[in-house]
């Protein structure tokens, strides 16, 4: 069994910055692609980013350039630097674990999930 843990989180003001971290138990962390996605209030869960086993990235439209996945295999842990933060960008934010090596926005290909950690930015 996978788990999946997220932290750093938190209260933010519009245009500042924010490290996710997810950190994965397991010794196979490095041969999956690994996401984040994201839920508001109200809304659907949304792709955010994606990274490969290889370090490919893929970033939703709404966060490109602003957001940078990246991972740590020695330490089974997978980031997501959002910087020049948004008051939409307030929402729950999960990682997930890919069920293949290549990158997807699609939920369905994740079969792991992380509990969320809220992000809150303030206007």
């Known amino acids: 069994q996978v788990q999946l843990v997220e932290s750093g989180g938190g209260l933010v003001q519009a245009g500042g910055s924010l490290r996710l971290s997810c950190a994965a138990s397991?010794?196979?962390?490095?041969?999956?692609?690994m996401g984040w996605f994201r839920q508001a209030p109200g809304k659907e869960r949304e792709f955010v980013a994606a990274?490969?086993?290889?370090?490919?990235?893929d970033y939703a439209d709404s966060v490109k350039g602003r957001f940078t996945i990246s991972r740590d295999n020695a330490k089974n842990t997978v980031y997501l630097q959002m910087n020049s933060l948004k008051p939409e960008d307030t929402a729950v934010y999960y990682c997930?674990?890919?069920?293949?090596?290549?990158?997807?926005?699609?939920?369905?290909?994740?079969?792991?999930w992380g509990q969320g950690t809220q992000v809150t930015v303030s206007s």
């Open positions: 997930a674990r890919s069920k293949y090596s290549s990158l997807s926005p699609r939920g369905y290909e994740y079969d792991y």
């Open positions: 990274i490969s086993s290889i370090g490919s990235t």
């Open positions: 397991g010794r196979t962390f490095s041969i999956y692609a």
